[in-house]
T-cell receptor, first 110, second 119 residues
């Protein structure tokens, strides 16, 4: 599986946007970009996924670079409940495994 | 959204005993279920993948005779840790995936996890 690189940690203030970068320079043309997050002592939670176009849902937005070698997860207004580890994962079509890296630990300050 | 439950949420057992953890998809049929393990301050590690009615596929380094997985129905998978030892203490998490197999867009829905402590 192609590898992703994320910063270890990021801090944000409550009600401010958070931009979480993910580099995936070896992504193949058909890999989907998935984002999951894990709140403390809980199982991961699906956030969003995309292939080429930017995607929006009620939780977040996903901005994908034109060359697809990087992407950014955007939390528009961080709340204390958004404090979690965020994982950027590539997933090939026909593949069903999720390989979790270290992720980015997001801290939200009140 | 899809809900996956796990039972028990927490278990403490003595060394040498076996522990069974249940994973259920509550509102969808799970063609594939996954079992992960997470040690403190570490990321999730996939242990095995199971498809309903088939034998589980274990990741390299995971002992299949120690971690018995049964996926008897489209809504239930169980993980049995046999002859548990303190080094098996960990956070065990299952996930379930429905829909059509083989498509990259299939979403995995995770259970809340089971904290196993072996004394």
């Amino acid at each position: 599986d192609a590898k992703t690189t994320q910063p270890n940690s990021m801090e944000s203030n409550e009600e401010e946007p958070v931009h979480l970068p993910c580099n995936h320079s070896t992504i193949s043309g058909t890999d989907y970009i998935h984002w999951y997050r894990q709140l403390p002592s809980q199982g991961p939670e699906y956030v969003i996924h995309g292939l080429t176009s930017n995607v929006n849902n009620r939780m977040a937005s996903l901005a994908i670079a034109e060359d697809r070698k990087s992407s950014t997860l955007i939390l528009h207004r961080a709340t204390l409940r958004d404090a979690a580890v965020y994982y950027c994962i590539l997933r090939a079509p026909g593949g069903y495994k999720l390989s979790f890296g270290a992720g980015t630990t997001v801290t939200v300050r009140a | 959204g899809a809900v996956v439950s796990q039972h028990p949420s927490r278990v403490i057992c003595k060394s040498g005993t076996s522990v069974k953890i249940e994973c259920r998809s509550l509102d969808f049929q799970a063609t594939t279920m996954f079992w992960y393990r997470q040690f403190p301050k570490q990321s999730l590690m996939l242990m095995a993948t199971s498809n309903e009615g088939s034998k589980a596929t274990y990741e390299q380094g995971v002992e299949k005779d120690k971690f018995l997985i049964n996926h008897a129905s489209l809504t239930l998978s169980t993980l049995t840790v046999t002859s548990a030892h303190p080094e098996d203490s960990s956070f065990y998490i299952c996930s379930a995936q429905g829909g059509q197999r083989g498509f990259g867009t299939d979403t995995q829905y995770f259970g809340p996890g089971t904290r196993l402590t072996v004394l």
